[in-house]
């Protein structure tokens, strides 16, 4: 178990210096995009003088290291800063924008789990039959249609048309739990695609597993069918699917822009975007920290998890 | 932000136009409606609206600015900023349909002879909290927003006024000061974003105070903002109990609301939704005709379009029909390279100028200039702009220039624009022809993007601002723009409708104000049937 530990802190130190690389390069390359938080306010108002005002109000007439020394300083103390454009607290932007999308995340993966593997281990079970090829065909097809197509096409069939789900979540703000009808819609797009990749993954890791020689040499003791396929190869099949399980994850967490966008859901991708177009560059820095230890401590889990599921695999920093 | 979303007001109004003294008392006075709905006095706007009822919430979709946005009226940017900064706060005077300023707190005002001291006398409002709207507040706002400090976008228009003479001789009348004629003086009070708002003020997030029909009950950033009827509105309480604006920047995302029945009105939509919804009865399609200016700009002042020859024969080489078709699918009228068609002082005499490629051709000729390779910047950053720069481009294909199309960042595009290249799209909301004017075509200019630098021109500016006859004054502008149309730096094609779309059950909607000016989004003169 030493190891392991060993393991975990070697990661999350790994993780802490990848985060700050993110802070860094997000910071140097939102810095070199084009015009700053000034221009882009003035927007088609381009007066000099008045960007120039704008600038020097915003403190953006410092160094760039000055900015970003302070910004760092700050967040040692776990103050984020604030944002350059409205003055208020980027911490309020995370905090906001966070709940909608942790709301829509863990609806999602709530339901992807038992959707995916039930899927990928059905398919596997009946490998060449009917409901193989059914399921596979389905998930192939599904895949293939972009996430902005799938969620025009159900707003118009099943709010627009027959009338039974609300088409977006406008006006409901944060408060998204007090109308469950309108999640429906984003859910489902969201869980389109990550089930079909979860599923054919899980399937291609089952049929994997039930023609290795264990499975077979199981079999051969006379253990039961079920017992091979989920005490034994089940657990084996999961590894891959449990990485992708976490790349999935982080994805939802870290802002679904597209899906946002179409239902109106207020989440960090909406933030993300925003903070992007109006160049604010603390918000867009207190994103990437989020969005960065987010990423880090999903991979570990994942891995350590896979670990579990089949030790031989051994882990690798 | 999405594409649709950053459509910042093609709108910094600026300056002066008007009557030298205008009773505004006389031209509003029949508007004062009754808070209970009583004798119908439609407003005029929605006629065959029936009789106004009182009560019920409206919802309105805009596009807007995310966690950023805030209520401070002299940081309105976007549609959605303006549309809340109207229901909360007053200006002194505001745009009617042909852009001439109407009175709004102010009752009337008044010139002296050499039209640079004018006399401005409040009508008896009420901010919410019960106050008097006196002459101090009205003074302590616009020295905010000419802070130099801050970059509040009015503080450009308000650039005439000498805030430090201008003082109070009552309470409720102010003297102003301005620091050269100014005829236009109505059109500062009237500009983008020049609210009233009560002295010492300098917090709007929580529940700013205001003058406007409606006061503020919850702001939520980029979501949503509630407000409520204010009943001692001077102009007579609102009809409806409440308003909700709610921002959803997908342009689908306001239609499907609207069609689900989340939202009453949705702001800005495309051209095609307009004319799938137009005719089947179940929403409302309301196009503001005018509303937004679309052209291209020519930086005057270096080749080739220093030579007015090649000017002209862009001029020529432009098809306005196949450019309004295309770039803004059929939803506008063509241009005649003349900024604000319909508005007050528009030389809608000068006939309307059509392709002719036999003369661009000869005139580019002329000017040396055959096999001309131009580059056209362009940006997502307004609709129908890369559509526009790709038609064009084989307009003059015909002509045998070359136009390679660069397409840059539309965060940055104004900015961009502005000094360098030598052709861009270019478009602009509604704004006083004089605005338009000042605030781009003269050698001072702050948004000058055709370069347009001529003294003389200059003089006839000024020529005009100290003419206190209008008519007078309209021969001076009809001079200016009669030398726009022949050699200016703007080919202006064509004028792009605002599209709204409304519940049917959404009455009162005016038809004719272009975006920007007082009855667009007006929302206290709205009722739900």
């Not at chain 1, 210096?17 to 910071?27: E, G, K, M, P, R």
């Not at chain 1, 291609?204 to 077979?216: I, R, S, T």
């Not at chain 1, 597209?258 to 867009?284: H, Q, S």
């Not at chain 2, 009420?126 to 009015?154: C, E, M, W």
Request: proline share 5%.
């Amino acid at each position: 178990m030493t190891g392991l530990r060993s393991f975990v802190a070697r990661r999350l130190l790994l993780g802490v210096a990848q985060t700050v690389a993110v802070v860094l390069l997000v910071f140097a390359l939102t810095e070199a995009l084009p015009g700053d938080a000034a221009v882009a306010l003035a927007g088609d108002q381009p007066d000099p003088a008045r960007i120039a005002a704008i600038r020097e109000a915003m403190h953006l007439d410092r160094p760039a290291y000055e900015r970003l020394a302070e910004w760092a300083a700050g967040l040692v103390h776990g103050d984020f800063g604030t944002s350059v454009t409205s003055g208020r607290p980027v911490s309020q932007y995370l905090a906001e924008g966070f709940g909608p999308t942790l709301l829509l995340a863990a609806l999602t993966v709530a339901l992807l789990v038992p959707a995916g593997f039930g899927l990928g281990v059905l398919a596997a079970r009946h490998e060449g039959r009917l409901a193989d090829r059914l399921i596979s065909s389905v998930t192939l097809t599904v895949y293939a249609v972009p996430e902005f197509a799938l969620g025009i096409l159900l707003v118009t069939v099943f709010a627009l048309h027959l009338g039974w789900l609300p088409p977006t979540a406008v006006g409901y703000g944060t408060d998204l739990l007090a109308h469950p009808a309108a999640l429906l819609l984003p859910v489902l797009v969201l869980l389109s695609r990550p089930v079909c990749s979860l599923a054919r993954l899980v399937r291609a890791g089952m049929v994997d597993a039930l023609a290795a020689p264990y499975a077979v040499h199981a079999r051969r003791y006379g253990i039961g069918g079920a017992r091979v396929r989920y005490a034994h190869a089940l657990p084996n099949a999961l590894a891959p699917a449990v990485q992708q399980l976490a790349r999935t994850i982080d994805w939802l967490l870290c802002g679904v822009i597209v899906v946002e966008a179409l239902f109106v859901i207020p989440g960090l991708g909406t933030v993300l975007l925003n903070a992007v177009a109006e160049r604010d560059v603390p918000v867009v820095q207190g994103l990437a920290v989020v969005f960065g230890v987010l990423t880090v401590v999903l991979n570990l889990g994942a891995d350590l998890v896979a670990h579990r599921l089949a030790p031989r695999a051994g882990v690798a920093a | 932000m999405t594409e649709e979303s950053d459509t910042h007001l093609p709108f910094p109004g600026l300056r002066r136009r008007g009557f030298l003294a205008a009773t505004g008392a006389a031209s509003l006075g029949a508007l004062a409606l009754s808070g209970c709905g009583g004798p119908g006095s439609d407003d005029g706007k929605g006629t065959g609206d029936g009789r106004p009822r009182r009560g019920g919430r409206l919802r309105a979709a805009f596009a807007g600015g995310g966690a950023s946005e805030t209520l401070d009226p002299h940081l309105a940017n976007l549609f959605a900023d303006v549309a809340r900064a109207k229901a909360l706060f007053d200006k002194l005077a505001d745009y009617g349909a042909d852009l001439s300023a109407q009175p709004r707190l102010a009752e009337k005002w008044q010139a002296n002879k050499t039209l640079d001291r004018w006399q401005v006398t409040l009508r008896k409002a009420t901010f919410h909290n019960g106050k008097p709207v006196t002459a101090q507040d009205v003074l302590y706002s616009y020295r905010r927003i000419a802070d130099p400090t801050k970059g509040f976008r009015a503080k450009a228009s308000l650039e005439p006024i000498d805030l430090d003479a201008s003082h109070a001789t009552g309470k409720r009348s102010i003297e102003f000061v301005l620091k050269r004629p100014t005829a236009e003086f109505p059109n500062i009070l009237a500009a983008f974003g020049a609210y009233i708002v009560p002295e010492n003020a300098t917090a709007f997030d929580e529940k700013p105070i205001g003058s406007g029909p409606f006061r503020c009950v919850s702001f939520a950033p980029g979501r949503s903002a509630v407000f409520r009827r204010y009943d001692d509105y001077w102009e007579g309480a609102p009809h409806l109990d409440e308003i909700e604006f709610v921002v959803a920047n997908e342009e689908s995302a306001r239609v499907n609301a609207l069609l689900g029945g989340q939202v009453e009105y949705a702001h800005e939509l495309d051209p095609t939704t307009a004319r799938a919804h137009e005719d089947n009865g179940q929403i409302e399609i309301v196009r503001l005709r005018n509303s937004a200016m679309q052209g291209f700009a020519m930086k005057t002042d270096r080749a080739p379009f220093d030579d007015k020859r090649v000017r002209q024969a862009f001029f020529l080489i432009a098809d306005r029909k196949e450019l309004v078709d295309g770039a803004l699918s059929g939803a506008g009228e063509i241009g005649n390279d003349l900024f604000g068609k319909g508005y007050e002082y528009y030389a809608d005499g000068l006939p309307q100028r059509e392709q002719d490629l036999g003369r661009a051709r000869a005139l580019l000729k002329q000017a040396g200039a055959e096999r001309l390779k131009v580059t056209l910047d362009t940006s997502a950053v307004a609709a129908g702009f890369t559509e526009a720069a790709t038609i064009f481009r084989d307009q003059a294909a015909k002509a045998g220039v070359t136009i390679d199309v660069k397409t840059g960042s539309k965060d940055t595009y104004w900015s961009d624009i502005l000094d360098s290249g030598t052709l861009c799209c270019y478009r602009s909301g509604a704004m006083p022809i004089e605005a338009h004017i000042s605030q781009r075509l003269l050698t001072g200019s702050t948004t000058n993007a055709t370069k347009w630098h001529h003294k003389d021109f200059d003089a006839l500016y000024q020529q005009a601002q100290s003419t206190p006859d209008t008519k007078d004054r309209a021969a001076v502008y009809a001079r200016m723009q009669r030398r726009l149309y022949t050699d200016g730096g703007f080919l202006i094609w064509g004028f792009a409708d605002w599209i709204l779309g409304t519940a049917r059950k959404v009455k009162g909607v005016d038809r004719k104000a272009p975006a920007n000016t007082l009855d667009w989004a007006r929302f206290d003169k709205v009722w739900l049937a």
